[in-house]
Nanobody
């Protein structure tokens, strides 16, 4: 099993910045993908950004260069630096870790952290 604990959410004014962190523990394989997803009220959960253990990144189009994902493999921790925040970024942000075992692909989720951007 894998446990994910997020931190760093909060309330910020439009144009401000926040940094989210997610620490993973448990049975973590040397090859995995960690990422951030978000879910706004009344909307489906959507991808924000992912990063592999080799630091290959992928971003949603709406990030527009405002967010940066990074990770520290030694600490099994992933970060999301969010700049130029907009009210539309208001959502619960979830950390995700994906890895494959003998049963196939496995996905683990954190409990989520609230990000609220005021106009």
């Amino acid at each position: 099993q894998v446990q994910l604990v997020e931190s760093g959410g909060g309330l910020v004014q439009a144009g401000g910045s926040l940094r989210l962190s997610c620490s993973a523990s448990g049975n973590i394989f040397s090859t995995n993908v960690m990422g951030w997803y978000r879910q706004a009220p009344g909307k489906q959960r959507e991808l924000v950004a992912t990063i592999t253990t080799s630091h290959t990144t992928k971003y949603a189009n709406f990030v527009k260069g405002r967010f940066t994902i990074s990770r520290d493999n030694a600490k099994n921790t992933v970060y999301l630096q969010m700049n130029s925040l907009e009210p539309e970024d208001t959502a619960i942000y979830y950390c995700n870790l994906g890895q494959a075992d003998r049963s196939g692909p496995q996905a683990y989720w954190g409990q989520g952290t609230q990000v609220t951007v005021s106009s």
